[in-house]
């Protein structure tokens, strides 16, 4: 019973500590890979299409969550 009961006391104490996370985040940009061409999006015929992104992609607009292939990726 002691047990639960120290337990239920260090829960709050352990969801306020820090993780690796924590703290500022610095970009390097003279480092970053960044596309050389301009990504183009359509919207057309019920067909979302995006070329020159990350992941050159066509899948359904029709409202609905669709999987991306790996070949997508």
């Given amino acids: 019973m ?5 337990l239920l006391l260090l829960t709050p104490a352990a969801s306020f500590s820090h993780s ?5 985040w610095v970009m390097k940009a003279d480092t970053a890979p960044l596309p050389q061409t301009p990504a183009v999006y359509l919207l ?3 067909m979302f299409r ?3 992104c990350i992941v050159n ?3 359904e607009a ?3 969550d ?3 292939g790996a070949a997508d990726y």
């Fill in 50 to 52: 995006c070329s020159g």
């Fill in 57 to 59: 992609m066509e899948t």
């Fill in 2 to 6: 002691n047990r639960l009961i120290v």
């Fill in 66 to 68: 669709h999987k991306v």
């Fill in 44 to 46: 057309a015929k019920g």
């Fill in 20 to 24: 690796p996370f924590d703290g500022t």
């Fill in 62 to 64: 029709d409202g609905y």
